[in-house]
């Protein structure tokens, strides 16, 4: 049998953290016969909650999973981690400014992103849940200077996904007719779905999107408000789809994606289609199981181009803001 991969979870307790552990102890996330190290770190508040869900995880009986343990000091927790679930972050409550909510995450993201550099795994890989994500993740990269910075990403694995199925829902094929979908940019509002590369079974995301209306005042913000939608339907947000889309991108990063297809990610601008170096931006992107390399040469028409502008616009007002502090 294979060694244990560790895998630490910040925010273990919250509500993606517990529709995530299941999932990732049964080897949904790894594969089967992948036994891993579960740790769970949360703020001391939450270790009460984090004790429970150790129980249930114990409860399952689950032949992958090798040692559960609960952390609240990120050293500990990260130590030898090699793949690092930061989902925990500081909520926006009521009256928050967004300059608040960017600096109280930064402060999280600095000092993970430095303890990380200090005593994770040489094949860390690290996976930023926590909004605004891309921010974040920037911010662990630049405090972790020791670790290749092709090491960090954000999650825009769940908007991807959501764009799937709105596209399949439109041209009436299944969801495993779809490819060539590619979310640009911020996991924010910003985010534009790109479906102009896409096929969907027998026609062409091009042809889908000659129908401008549709594409423009249906398509794209019912993907990039979807989270809104849910909180409104449901009365709590998207917990079990985060997770899913999580599970999903650490899955092909490590594991590596099928055939021609890609996916999205949010990774380090190389300074490629036309964002800037340094930024976490959300790219087409496939893996060979170890790196996500972003997919090359796709033409970006001037409907996408403005589009892609204007989120990247807002991922260098995040950073800006940040430096600012
Ligand atoms: P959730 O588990 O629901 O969400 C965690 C983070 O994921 C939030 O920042 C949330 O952003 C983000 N997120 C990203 N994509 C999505 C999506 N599609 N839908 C919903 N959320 C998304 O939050 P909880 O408050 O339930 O749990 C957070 C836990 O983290 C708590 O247990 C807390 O104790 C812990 N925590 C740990 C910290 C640390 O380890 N240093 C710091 C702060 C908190 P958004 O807020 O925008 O919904």
Not at 135 to 155: H, K, M, Q, V
């Amino acid at each position: 049998t294979k060694p244990p991969v560790t895998v630490t979870v910040t925010g273990a307790a919250g509500t993606i953290g517990y529709a995530a552990l299941f999932r990732v102890a049964a080897g949904a996330m790894l594969g089967r016969d992948q036994p891993v190290h579960l740790r769970l770190l949360e703020l001391p508040a939450a270790l009460g909650a984090a004790e429970g869900i150790a129980m249930e995880l114990d409860d399952c009986a689950l032949p992958q999973l090798a040692s559960v343990e609960i952390f609240d000091d990120p050293r500990a927790a990260f130590d030898g981690v090699q793949q690092a679930l930061l989902i925990g972050a500081k909520p926006r409550t009521k009256g928050m400014e967004r300059a608040d909510l960017l600096s109280a995450n930064a402060s999280v993201f600095s000092a993970q992103g430095k303890v990380l550099g200090e005593v994770a795994a040489d094949d860390v890989r690290i996976t930023v849940v926590g909004n605004p994500a891309n921010t974040n993740a920037a911010i662990a990269a630049r405090n972790a200077p020791d670790i290749p910075r092709e090491r960090f990403s954000a999650l825009t694995r769940l908007d991807h996904n959501r764009a799937i199925a709105q596209l399949a829902g439109r041209a009436e094929v299944p969801v495993t007719a779809i490819s060539g979908i590619t979310i640009w940019g911020n996991h924010s509002a910003t985010q534009y779905p790109d479906i102009f590369h896409a096929r969907a079974g027998e026609l062409t995301g091009a042809a889908l999107a000659a129908d401008r209306d549709w594409l423009v005042d249906d398509f794209i913000p019912t993907v990039a408000q979807r989270g809104s939608a849910i909180i409104a339907a449901r009365g709590a947000s998207s917990a079990a789809s985060a997770a899913n889309g999580t599970i999903d991108h650490v899955r092909d990063w490590a594991l590596g994606t099928a055939g021609d297809s890609w996916t999205s990610a949010a990774i380090v601008s190389p300074g490629v289609y036309g964002v800037p170096e340094g930024l976490v931006c959300s790219f087409p992107v496939r893996s060979d199981g170890t790196d996500w390399q972003i997919v090359e040469g796709l033409e970006i028409n001037e409907f996408s181009r403005a589009r892609i502008d204007a989120s990247v616009a807002e991922l260098q007002a995040e950073i800006a803001a940040v430096d600012a502090l």
